[in-house]
């Protein structure tokens, strides 16, 4: 029975020395101190044994038990910090490694300009205005003064709904003009960005869809003078101070007189380049008096109230802001080009 007893110490150490895994460690368990057992076997025989050998084999089997319990104790520590080891290395983060970038987006040039105009509007006591793209004739043409037959009303210009060319894309945002007068109350002074649609090829100064500012001022007693102040100092705070005008005489049907306001270019310095076709000169806005017919059909009187307004086109206003040359480029919106501003 020592023998026995001997050989199963030596066996079951050896074998739980080269555990590798937890489920091994308890089946070497199972075999040698489960119920069925190796050393449970041995010990059922103790009966057998004379009254002398049954303490000196019982003490024996107990150290056994104690070395093998003591032994799988270590086994199952060291399998586990082996476990801990391997998850911390598995889990490890490189705080050195450089970090994923996120793509930002930014602002579109053309918006970051019109940010620019509403800011210095606004300074000067204006309110910003949005209205409909999709538009009443009515209010795109007759309420301005344009009658029946004015060449812009024409088919191959605009955009109409329907066979009755009531229902149209605006083709300037003048309409605002009408809405601010029919809902607001005087004295009024606003702007009214947004987009407007003609019948035009693509080409480095024309797309069919494009946006404009409209302003207006109706109060008592304002002049041309007031018309060409403010719009100086809207172009010099938008440009830099110095930034050289020029009012040219111009017609539209909802102002009298009416004019265009030209900047010098950005590329020649006036001289004549391909950006200026050779001018020398940008135009930037139509603008004029608001004509009579226009206030008196608003129900305002015009011995009583004058006023003035200007349209103004933003993606003009942005290629001269930024020296962009090609009009195209504010539209195809290549992340190369875009990134720039
Ligand atoms: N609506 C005109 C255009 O599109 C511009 C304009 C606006 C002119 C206001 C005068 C007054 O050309």
Redesign the pocket.
């Known amino acids: 029975m020592k023998e026995t007893l001997e050989r199963i110490r030596q066996e079951a150490l050896s074998a739980l020395e080269g555990t590798q895994a937890a489920q091994e460690l308890e089946a070497l368990r199972v075999k040698y101190l489960g119920k069925k057992g190796e050393l449970t076997a041995v010990l059922k025989q103790m009966g057998r044994l004379s009254a002398e050998d049954r303490p000196v084999m019982g003490q024996l089997a107990n150290e056994v038990r104690a070395s093998l319990e003591r032994a799988i104790e270590t086994a199952a520590k060291k399998l586990e910090s082996a476990a801990l080891e391997a998850r911390l290395k598995a889990e490890a983060v490189d705080v050195t490694i450089p970090g994923q970038s996120i793509r930002q987006g930014r602002k579109h040039p053309m918006y970051l300009a019109l940010d620019e105009i509403k800011d210095i509007f606004v300074g000067m006591g204006f309110t910003v205005l949005d209205g409909p793209e999709v538009e009443l004739a009515e209010l795109n043409f007759d309420r301005l003064n344009a009658e029946e037959g004015h060449p812009s009303r024409d088919w191959s210009d605009t955009f109409y709904f329907d066979e009755d060319s009531r229902v149209m894309l605006r083709s300037?945002?003048?309409p605002m003009q009408v809405r601010a007068m029919d809902s607001m109350e005087l004295p009024i002074r606003i702007i009214a960005p947004g987009r407007v649609y003609r019948k035009d090829e693509v080409d480095a100064t024309h797309s069919p869809m494009f946006h404009?500012v409209?302003g207006m001022v109706i109060d008592k007693g304002v002049t041309m003078a007031d018309l060409k102040g403010t719009l100086n100092t809207v172009v010099e705070q938008l440009y830099g101070k110095g930034t050289v005008t020029r009012f040219r005489p111009h017609h539209?049907p909802?102002?009298e007189p009416?004019c265009e306001m030209d900047v010098q270019c950005h590329k020649c310095g006036g001289a004549g380049c391909p950006t200026c076709k050779g001018e020398g000169w940008i135009e930037l806005?139509?603008?004029?008096m608001i004509h009579p017919n226009v206030l008196r059909m608003a129900h305002i009187d015009p011995e009583v109230y004058s006023g003035w307004?200007?349209?103004m086109g933003l993606e003009r206003t942005a290629m001269r802001r930024f020296k962009i040359a090609d009009l195209r480029l504010i539209f195809e919106n290549d992340v190369r080009f875009l990134e720039q501003f």
């Open positions: 300037q945002t003048s404009q409209e539209f909802f102002t009416s806005l139509g603008a004029g307004a200007f349209g």
